[in-house]
């Protein structure tokens, strides 16, 4: 780690075009299709079968396995599909595709989850599906609940607003519009995790390219001198969760260790909004306001779509100035491109960003020139330029602690290291094939060291 004043350093075009659009919400689609891997765990396991009619909030997929979370039915309708589909990772998933009824039923046996204690408000949040919104999909319970670890004290709750990644802008009109659950999302915390956050300061860290909405929080906040409102400056990449906790507090987080141990919590400010509508309301996880720009979307909107709808339903709605070269969900910083237009949206697609073909098309790379622009870029210090070199090394021993050496497991995804390589060389993908590696190498030592524990 590199210590700064502030470990963001590379400006990016802000390109808010739709900072000032107030979400549309779409017409009801004719069809929505969930897939069953909307978080970053285990898949979900569908409870439902082809035929059968559900209404909006109806739990249709259980959690399964460890740091799963349920899905719920995002149209009224029939099931008519529950099938294998492709995703952009390669893995795939289940998915379940319901036809609409186009009138939006309410699950008739919805009503507000009832809690009394942190156990019953974790399990409140745990089945209402609410998940990091901000790209991360960490289910939300698993991420308070570890803060419940006695040997960890919680003093600080950093609230993601920094929304630092071009074009995006769903975070920011959350805050402009619903002040109230955000609010009532940090007195749910200060009230039920009380024991394990005490007097704990909550932080909304916002950059201050967002004076609107920094000003409606401070007027929401005035007089609760528990909250802050922390501006930050407009500096990519502020809100990836390392660069956040550092900017904020000073600490330093470091690779391997549960972040609730360096003191904080932290949590996406959708997120903290969305749980509370379903806490206040018995309403889950089943649409968010989604960001539709990019240079070749003709009318750039945020607009409010049921999860599982296709994204050739939003493009109806905004239209197009050309045939797309690329689509990607997210930010252009480290969004996913996806496979086709017809692909749904998902728990954390908080924007569809469309590129025509001139500006779709990634650059041919060449041979690093050892300029030393992605160390000096990265927010964490990693020697980015010898990742490849070391990925290279054939005792697999070897690699790895050489790799361990150039500090890649601190690696926080932003692709800065890729933004400025002159030789526009794909470091981003070399840091991931890094981590993929370390991962299956720690998970390879364990199983020998469980078989020789055996004997």
Known sequence: MIFKKDISSLHVPHNKHTAGCVPVKIETPKEVILPMNMHSGH??????????????????????????????????????????METADGKGTLAIKIESDGLMQ?????KAPEFTDCDSFLQAVRDGGIVGLGGAAFPTWAKF????????????VLINAAECEPYITSDHQMMLLHPDLI?????????????????AKFMICIEKNKPDAIEVLKKTFEGKDYVVIHELNAIYPQGAKQVMLYNATGRVAVAGRRFPSFGALIINVSSIAKMAEYLNTGMPLVERIVTVDGP??????????????RISELVKVTGLKCEPGKVV??????????????????????????FDEKSAVLPEASACINCGRCIERCPVGISVAEV??????????KRAKALIDTGVRQCVDCACCSYVCPANRPLLQKNWDAKAFLKKYAAAQKERQEVTNNG
């Open 43 to 84: 898949d979900a396991e569908p409870i439902v079968s082809v035929g059968d009619h559900v209404y909006v909030g109806q739990l249709i997929a259980r959690e399964e396995g460890r740091f799963s979370s349920p899905v719920h039915a995002t149209v009224s309708g029939t099931v008519t599909e529950i099938a294998p």
């Open 106 to 110: 309410a699950d008739p046996n919805m």
């Open 145 to 156: 609940n570890e803060a419940k670890n006695p040997e960890y004290k919680v003093d600080t």
């Open 183 to 199: 609010a009532d999302g940090i007195e749910y915390l200060r009230k039920y995790m009380n024991e394990y956050l005490g007097d």
């Open 296 to 309: 070749a979307v003709d009318k750039p909107m945020n607009l409010i779509a049921p999860i599982g709808t």
């Open 329 to 354: 969900v997210g930010g252009p910083m480290n969004g996913t491109a996806i496979c086709s237009i017809d692909d749904p949206i998902v728990k954390v697609s908080n924007a569809v960003l469309i």
């Open 388 to 397: 490849d070199r070391v990925m290279k090394i054939k005792d697999e021993d």
